[in-house]
């Protein structure tokens, strides 16, 4: 991670038992959600793990999925569309996922169609 990818925002890491019991789903179904882009996660931590942002409510932050293939759709890896999403964004004016979790969806793709 560069030091401007530094993550803005604290997050802890849901490793797979993790996400089955905060989803309260079976590990099928959270495999499913991870397939279907419902959510993203990295083994950065040693083990496959999912940003805890990333949920609200018991359930995938809804917002995220389509802003997940937006950034794959511009080149990024689930590494680097974690690191982005975590960031502060000048564009924004905070972190993208702040700016999610606050209902901001089309502004946060906007800017995101323009890092392709």
Known sequence: MTEQNVPAVKTAWLTM????????????RVRRLLDD??????KRTGVFAVPDV??????PLGSLRGTIIVLQDAGFSDDELIDWLLAD???????PIQALRA????EVRRVAQTLA
């Open 54 to 59: 990333f949920i609200v409510d018991g359930a």
């Open 17 to 28: 038992p993790d996400l089955v019991e905060v989803l309260g789903e079976p590990l099928g």
């Open 89 to 95: 964004e000048d564009a924004i004016g905070v972190a």
């Open 103 to 106: 209902g901001r969806k089309a």
């Open 37 to 42: 882009r419902h959510l993203v996660g990295s």
